[in-house]
């Protein structure tokens, strides 16, 4: 069975850093694309960042460009999302999920539980 | 970055309603486009991928059409379980870009 389990999150104040875990089990990581979601309280759901299987290619969107970092230990089947920075407006429960693919198309088909990320002096 | 407006924003329905939410993109996006359902406190969960194929699991009643920069998500027959919030996330070119959302409560 496919389990993701968030970590790291916690409180954090303006210019600070977090380091986010994902452990995932139940699939080879390596084997699959994974990506990060947030949510901040009472907003919609905004993508954050990208990881193809292997760690090679990483995307991000445009708020945490420079500032985050996408990256993965396959060995211990763990996705990471460094960030450093942080504003107010990173303050969210942030979420990894596994990337499935059709074709040109991807969804998100298995996700965590999420993390929550507070960033407040 | 590509924009994706959903309407309506809300909507109140109730149990056995025909529910369909749209979702469109600033470009053309040709069939790239998921669409997820978020309940409180709970993960999303994906419902439908590459416009219209359905995600194992999903029930039957929900369905997704659409391509190029017009989408809909259908709901046939709504169930007590289905009042949630809708998002479409567009997947076809980096970065990423979900919708603001539809919120679907109970009338």
């Known amino acids: 069975e496919v389990h993701l389990l968030e970590s790291g999150g916690g409180l954090a104040q303006p210019g600070g850093s977090l380091r986010l875990s994902c452990a995932a089990s139940?699939?080879?990581?390596?084997?699959?694309?994974m990506t990060w979601v947030r949510k901040a309280p009472g907003k919609g759901l905004e993508w954050v960042s990208f990881?193809?299987?292997?760690?090679?290619?990483?995307y991000y969107a445009d708020s945490v460009k420079g500032r985050f970092t996408i990256s993965r230990d396959n060995s211990k089947n763990t996705l990471f999302l460094q960030m450093n920075s942080l504003r107010a407006e990173d303050t969210a429960l942030y979420y990894c999920?596994?990337?499935?693919?059709?074709?040109?198309?991807?969804?998100?088909?298995?996700w965590g539980q999420g993390t929550l990320v507070t960033v407040s002096s | 970055a590509i924009q994706m407006t959903q309407s309506p924003s809300s909507l109140s329905a109730s149990v056995g309603d025909r529910v369909t939410i749209t979702c469109r993109a600033s470009?053309?996006?040709?069939?790239?486009l998921g669409w997820y359902q978020q309940k409180p406190g709970k993960a999303p969960k994906l419902l439908i991928y590459?416009?219209?194929s359905l995600q194992n699991g999903v029930p039957s009643r929900f369905s997704g059409s659409g391509s190029g920069t017009d989408f809909t998500l259908t709901i046939s027959s709504l169930q007590p379980e289905d009042f949630a919030t809708y998002y479409c996330?567009?997947?076809?070119?980096?970065?990423?870009?979900f919708g603001p959302g539809t919120k679907v409560d109970i009338k």
């Open positions: 139940g699939f080879t990581l390596d084997d699959f694309a």
């Open positions: 996330l567009q997947d076809y070119i980096y970065p990423f870009t």
């Open positions: 999920a596994k990337v499935v693919y059709s074709g040109s198309s991807s969804g998100f088909d298995y």
């Open positions: 470009q053309d996006i040709r069939n790239d």
């Open positions: 990881s193809s299987g292997n760690g090679h290619n990483t």
């Open positions: 590459a416009a219209s």
